[in-house]
């Protein structure tokens, strides 16, 4: 039977918008609204977010300091920002071909499961 095309243009499922779904700590799975707040895009707990140890800015400011008089050596090598940047893009890829892998093994998987 076919679909009309009334149907094929309305949703089978209405989600609720992104942002009223309740953020859920990317770590921990705590749904604690109170103690989650969104860094970057990713969902955290404030207890989650202690053990990240993030940078305080006068860290960040030694690691500039201490990058640049190397890069003095080689001053036509990137700065410390297009350093971070790059690495930013590179951990991406390296996630998204880990992940690629991991999902390939698990669709084997559930076709190998098919012939016992
Ligand atoms: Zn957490």
Do not use: W
């Not at 039977?1 to 499922?13: A, G, Y």
């Not at 989650?48 to 030694?62: A, G, S, V």
């Not at 300091?65 to 390296?94: C, F």
């Amino acid at each position: 039977m076919f679909l009309s095309s009334h149907e094929l243009n309305s949703p089978l499922v209405i989600l609720p918008k992104l942002s009223e779904l309740p953020m859920r700590c990317f770590s921990c799975g705590s749904t604690n609204q109170s103690q989650i707040k969104n860094l970057y895009g990713y969902d955290v707990c404030d207890s989650c977010e202690q053990t990240l140890n993030l940078y305080k800015d006068h860290t960040i400011r030694k690691h500039i300091a201490s990058y640049e008089k190397k890069r003095e050596a080689v001053p036509e090598g990137p700065t410390y920002a297009q350093e971070v940047d790059y690495r930013v893009e590179v951990m991406e890829e390296v996630y998204i071909r880990r992940r690629l892998k991991l999902l390939h093994i698990q669709s084997r998987l559930k076709e190998l499961g098919k012939e016992d």
